[in-house]
């Protein structure tokens, strides 16, 4: 089983720039993505970006591209998700979680190993 502890959360204002991070730990396979989702209140868990374990494809979702960049550094087992330019719209509890299925997919359904959320607020 995979373990995930994000980190790097805050209060930022709109228009600034704010970087997670995402220590993996425990068992992973080199098909496994990990990836960001977030969940504002009263709102639906969303997918943010994913990136492969082994090859490093990356996906975002529309919302987020030119804005997000999410990175992996291999030599400590940590992934990153830079944010930039953050409206009040990215507000959420951000989620570091694993996928391990063959084919990739940004529903929240199928991230099955989750961490326990960092909070990002963005003020206007």
């Known amino acids: 089983q995979v373990q995930l502890v994000e980190s790097g959360g805050g209060l930022v204002q709109a228009g600034g720039s704010l970087r997670l991070s995402c220590a993996v730990s425990g068992r992973t396979a080199s098909n496994w993505r990990i990836g960001w989702l977030r969940q504002a209140p009263g709102k639906e868990r969303e997918f943010v970006a994913a990136?492969?374990?082994?090859?490093?494809?990356?996906y975002y979702a529309d919302d987020v591209k030119g804005r997000f960049t999410i990175s992996r550094d291999n030599a400590t087992d940590t992934i990153y998700l830079e944010m930039k330019n953050l409206n009040t719209e990215d507000t959420a509890t951000y989620y570091c979680a694993a996928d391990g299925s063959w084919v990739f997919s940004s529903s929240p359904d199928d991230f099955e190993s989750w961490g326990q959320g960092t909070q990002v607020t963005v003020s206007s």
């Open positions: 990136i492969s374990w082994r090859l490093g494809r990356t």
